[in-house]
Structure formats: C-alpha cells, structure tokens
Nanobody, 129 residues
Framework: QIQLEESGGGQVQTGGSLRLSCAAS????????MGWFRQAPGKDRELVST????????YYTDSVKGRFTISRDNAKNTMYLQMNSLNPGDTAIYYC??????????????????????WGRGTQVTVSS
C-alpha cells in the first residue's frame, strides 16, 4: 500500500508563500490520482486542489484559484502545492490523498474525500495577519 507524508507547512504572514510536498513511498505514485485537502478548526475537511493520474487535468476550489498551483513529479514520487498570496483564511491542516486509478481513467479527477484510498497525516499551515 502506498504511504504518503506531507511536509513544508509552517507559519507565514499574510501575503507570504509556502510550498507543500507530498512524498509517496512503498509504491510508485504514477497510478494514482492525487489531491490536497485542508481542515480548519471546527470545520469539515475541504478539497483544495486535485490532479489526475496523467497530470493532464487539475482542479482548484474557488478560494485558491490564481494563488495555488498543484503539480506532480512521478520520477520523484512527489506531489506539490505551491501556495502564494496566503491569507488567514488558508490556515488549516493540509492533507494529501491518493486514489488508485485505472489507466482507462487517467485523466479523471476526483472531488470527494470518500473517493480517496490513502491519506497522509497532514501538515499545519498558519497564516498570521
């Protein structure tokens, strides 16, 4: 079973940037669609961004469009989330997730947490005003 580990979180001021990494181990990441989710205190886990197995399609929730960029490097078995122009509303624990995806659905992206098979433990992002 693939394992995921997030890194790159931290505390920044409004307007700052962070790059999150999600390193996969035990198995290659290439057969998986991948996603970033976040959960703020007292709120449900929400989708931030997703990328298809073949990397051809991406999705961003409205609140991060134009500020966040998702990418994947299968050779390094790592997915990234570049986060720019951060604001206090981005404060949350950020989780990466993987969904084992058949080759036929290589360009499909997945939106619901329940669709994902494997989760990392999360990394805290705190944005101060």
């Amino acid at each position: 079973q693939i394992q995921l580990e997030e890194s790159g979180g931290g505390q920044v001021q409004t307007g700052g940037s962070l790059r999150l990494s999600c390193a996969a181990s035990n198995r290659a990441m290439s057969p998986y669609a991948m996603g970033w989710f976040r959960q703020a205190p007292g709120k449900d886990r929400e989708l931030v961004s997703t990328i298809s197995r073949d990397g051809s399609k991406t999705y961003y929730t409205d609140s991060v469009k134009g500020r966040f960029t998702i990418s994947r490097d299968n050779a390094k078995n790592t997915m990234y989330l570049q986060m720019n122009s951060l604001n206090p509303g981005d404060t949350a624990i950020y989780y990466c997730a993987a969904k084992d995806t058949p080759l036929f659905y290589s360009d499909k992206i997945y939106y619901q947490p329940r669709e994902y098979d494997v989760w990392g433990r999360g990394t805290q992002v705190t944005v101060s005003s």
